[in-house]
């Protein structure tokens, strides 16, 4: 153990799950000394099966580990550049799964729990926690994940006052914009109606004929869906976030007076005549890279998705960067609540890191833990920081939370899995050979190695730095 001349309290860590490990493992590996509380097994969840810290409870793959053209791949690289703990134990108990990191559920969640239980600045503390946390623990770091028990969850809302608490989270699918086909979509808002940030060409509409609409409202009926879990039926969703398909199963014509009402759109691409109906992206980021499906929250399976959706003109070649779902969540209103360092504005003593701020996905939730636990073992420490830069994964995923895109800026703010959409984009040299420049997704594939390569050179300047100065405020400290 460190010696530290006055008392002072440890760092908190509510909730052992993935960013809760993970910021725990930053901070001790600093000198800080940690108390890691996680309620299980005294109490469970609906999904989780032990007590083990870490424990995955859906897929058993933390996606593409591809470091140079899988935005998930860049963001594992920078995680093991920071010495990431779930990093660590993924690779030691990963299995074959093609260019995917995928591991021994079981054998991953009981190598994190020993790993942790064996640090002698981490304390593990089995119980739940009720309420806000007291006041003389002034680090704290949330991270209760999408299941946060309703104790938990009434003492945040209390707090907060913002939207904090069980529901379905409507999430539409995200469509990379260079995916879509522009010579059949137009832009144009809804009779060409200019917004507070808008021109009057806000939306990509994508036109359909009788036919194709018929058609396209077919297969919605016919699809194959998720059903939901016993648990989950005694969450409703309400009328105002259908999904599309329920929608379809109310009536042929009511998306077409819905979200897919053509009114006040003229397609210039056809005759300047009003299509019969039109499915419509929003801007989703401020870089604009990603586009928002709008009014397409579903619970199809991913593979039926990118079928049906596939069909609708302009769209025949979309690359999804997120798919749509429904399942229920709690997660905060972030940008709103959190300030850049992820501490709560009304109450900086308190961090909330993973799924509960609103990144989607194993490593974004680790990656989440793993600034909360370094920026609060500097705070510890007494050591000022600057945040990783945005055109790093870790500083893209942070930006996006905090309210750094458009996206994030909106009430109806959404997670996010990582994607090169949420980084800053980068221009694609001019090529002297092969008639001058590379084109489609060839120069989507070079932009995506260029952003990668920039990504982990940035992060890992920001490491170096922030290592220093850390191991310098622990040496004066001890």
């Known amino acids: 153990m460190i010696n ?7 760092i908190h860590i509510i909730g052992a799950g993935l960013a809760g490990s ?8 600093y000198g800080v000394q940690v108390i890691l509380h996680e309620m299980r097994p005294l109490f469970g969840t609906e999904v989780h099966q032990t007590e083990y810290c870490a424990e995955l409870v859906c897929s058993n793959s933390f996606r593409s580990d591809d470091s140079e053209t899988s935005a998930a791949g860049v963001l594992h690289a920078e995680m093991r550049l920071a010495d990431s703990l779930i990093m660590s134990v993924a690779d030691k108990y990963r299995l074959p799964a093609g260019g995917a990191l995928a591991v021994d559920r079981q054998r991953f969640a009981t190598g994190v729990t020993a790993t942790l239980e064996a640090h002698p600045l ?3 503390v089995r119980g739940e926690i009720v309420d806000l946390p007291p006041e003389h623990w002034d680090n704290v770091i949330i991270t209760t994940g999408p299941l946060t028990s309703e104790a938990l969850a009434e003492a945040i809302i209390r707090l907060t006052g913002k939207s904090a608490l069980a529901f379905f989270d409507a999430i539409a699918p995200i469509v990379y914009y260079d995916s879509i086909d522009l010579s059949t979509a137009w832009r144009q808002s809804r009779y060409n109606k200019e917004g507070p940030a808008g021109n009057g060409a806000d939306y990509l509409n994508c036109p359909m004929d009788e036919v194709q609409y018929n058609l396209f409202i077919d297969a919605l009926l016919k699809s194959d869906k998720v059903s939901f879990k016993t648990w989950e039926d005694k969450t409703p969703y309400f009328d105002g976030c259908l999904p599309i398909e329920v929608m379809a199963e109310r009536g042929r014509d009511t998306l077409r007076y819905g ?7 003229i397609n210039p691409n056809f005759g300047a005549k009003r299509p019969f109906a039109v499915a419509q992206l929003r801007q989703d980021n401020e870089f604009g890279t990603l586009w928002n499906m709008v009014g397409f929250q579903t619970k199809l399976r991913y593979g039926e998705q990118k079928r049906i959706f596939r069909t609708i003109p302009g769209l025949e ?39 509960i701020t609103g990144v989607e996905g194993y490593s974004e939730s680790a990656a989440c833990g793993l600034m909360a636990g370094t920026f609060a073992a500097a705070e510890w420490l007494g050591q000022s920081f600057e945040l990783p830069p945005p055109t790093s994964a870790h500083g893209a995923l942070l930006a996006y939370v905090t309210g750094g895109s458009n996206a994030g ?3 109806n703010f959404q997670p996010m899995n990582m994607n090169f959409g949420l980084i800053p984009s980068i221009e694609v040299p001019k090529q002297n050979h092969l008639r001058a420049r590379l084109r489609g997704k060839m120069k989507s594939l070079a932009k995506k190695k260029l952003q990668a390569a920039r990504a982990i050179d940035e992060w890992t300047g920001w490491l170096n730095i922030i290592r220093s100065d850390l191991r310098k405020a622990k040496f004066l400290k001890t």
């Not at 530290?4 to 440890?10: A, G, K, M, S, Y």
């Not at 993970?22 to 590996?29: D, I, P």
């Not at 979200?259 to 759109?265: D, N, T």
Request: positive net charge.
């Open 409 to 411: 800026k909106k009430r």
């Open 317 to 355: 070649n979309a690359e999804f960067a997120r798919l749509g779902g429904m399942h229920r969540n709690t997660f905060l209103n972030s940008p709103l609540l959190l300030d850049k360092s992820l501490r709560l504005r009304n109450q900086i003593r308190m961090r909330f890191a993973g799924q």
């Open 259 to 265: 979200p897919m009402k053509p009114v006040g759109l």
């Open 22 to 29: 993970e910021a725990a493992w930053q901070a001790a590996s």
């Open 4 to 10: 530290i001349t006055n008392f002072q309290e440890p």
């Open 122 to 124: 981490i304390k593990i």
